[in-house]
């Protein structure tokens, strides 16, 4: 049980971590929000954030990153669709 405690805590701060960098590297302009990059960030982000959320019973920010995973998963599939 500890090391699954662990496990989505090390989840969810991955989540953090993605959802900022793919946020600095396009304010910064390194990649643009039509990138795969930028929608993998945030989709992974997104989802770790989520599975965080949800263990702790906290549902807002689980909407909150729900909505944001789909979001990143049609500009996916959108971008595929495109090339």
Known sequence: MKHRKLL???IGWYGV???LLAYALTSFSVIVASDLLYSVLNLTGALGIGISTF???DYQPLVLNIVWATIAVITLIMSMHSL
Do not use: G, L, P
């Open 55 to 57: 263990h702790k019973r």
């Open 8 to 10: 989505i805590e090390i």
């Open 17 to 19: 971590f993605a959802v």
